[in-house]
């Protein structure tokens, strides 16, 4: 895809006329139409600014194999997930307001002398409340980026893996007390 045909391709998906951009960037309509009908390019200064309209990089708008269309949509998905982030605030927040009451209390009941049990308790239950916390954000994460592996044909289930893989990792560090503990028991 041509660097016109970007342009063009962007500025219609933005619902902008020719004359509206060009009065944007402060160059004549004429402009505008020479850069996509490829008579001419936009100079570098033009460039960045266009690249800052379109929220694109540079490097997108001028890379003859990167597509528009996948530029677009990943900017719907980064739209949708700003838009569900403002959803799932108020969930987050209350989550890790739990995550942080339940950890004190399990502070609290450790160095007062309460049973293990009760401390146990309070601790797993402070670490469901975390990762009910951050699962939306994960699995919005995970969307994200199995999306643009298919958009892009990119096998998916490397990426995926490696993301899952730092749930693995926030275990791993729940969990290493408990298993550092049993490691010198049995010693």
């Given at each position: ?94 989550f890790l307001f739990l995550f942080i009451g339940t950890f004190i209390a399990a502070l609290v009941t450790r160095f007062n002398g309460y049973d293990s049990m009760t401390v146990l ?67």
């Amino acid at each position: 895809m041509t660097l016109g045909e970007k342009i063009q391709e962007l500025r219609k998906a933005n619902k902008m006329s020719q004359e509206r951009m060009a009065e944007r960037l402060g160059v004549s309509r004429q402009a505008v139409s020479k850069w996509e009908t490829g008579v001419s390019n936009p100079n570098t200064e033009n460039l960045i600014c266009l690249a800052e309209i379109f929220h694109v990089s540079v490097e997108e708008l001028t890379h003859p194999n990167t597509r528009v269309e996948l530029v677009l949509d990943l900017r719907k998905e980064i739209d949708l997930v700003k838009e569900k982030t403002k959803k799932m605030k108020f969930i987050v927040a209350g989550f890790l307001f739990l995550f942080i009451g339940t950890f004190i209390a399990a502070l609290v009941t450790r160095f007062n002398g309460y049973d293990s049990m009760t401390v146990l308790f309070l601790i797993i239950l402070s670490c469901i409340f975390m990762l009910l916390a951050f699962l939306p954000i994960m699995i919005t994460i995970l969307r994200l980026v199995y999306r643009d592996c298919k958009q892009r044909g990119i096998k998916p289930v490397f990426w995926v893996f490696i993301s899952i893989s730092m749930v693995g990792l926030m275990y791993y560090i729940l969990k290493r007390d408990y298993l550092l503990n049993n490691a010198l028991g049995e010693k």
